[in-house]
Nanobody
């Protein structure tokens, strides 16, 4: 059974940084992603990393967020810098079905397993 558990969320002032981590119960070389859901909005894809470590970001976040994974520790991380109030959301990690990430990686139906989410709150 694949289980994903996020951690590292919290409250921070605008301009600050947070590092989220997703612990994965089994070794995986699958496409892994971070999504987020802001209050009153749909869940949206933030960043994705494939089995070979190639990364893709939503254009608006590239340069501030960095996705990475540690295969030895079975963890997926999201380093978030220069945070803004509009980054406030629940952040989720997700595991896909293939090692490559499709062009439709922002579609949540591409992912079979999800964590429970971790809250990130950015105050101005």
């Amino acid at each position: 059974q694949v289980q994903l558990v996020e951690s590292g969320g919290g409250s921070v002032q605008a301009g600050g940084s947070l590092r989220l981590s997703c612990s994965i119960s089994v070794y995986t070389s699958r496409c892994m992603a971070w999504f987020r859901q802001a209050p009153g909005k749909e869940r949206e894809g933030v960043a994705v990393i494939d089995g070979d470590g190639r990364t893709t970001y939503v254009d608006s976040l590239q340069g501030r967020f960095t996705i990475s994974k540690d295969n030895a520790k079975n963890t997926l991380d999201l380093q978030m810098n220069s945070l803004k109030p509009e980054d406030t959301a629940i952040y989720y990690c997700a595991r896909g079905l293939t090692s490559s990430c499709p062009n439709t990686w922002r579609d949540e139906y591409m992912y079979a397993y999800w964590g429970q989410g971790t809250q990130v709150t950015v105050s101005s």
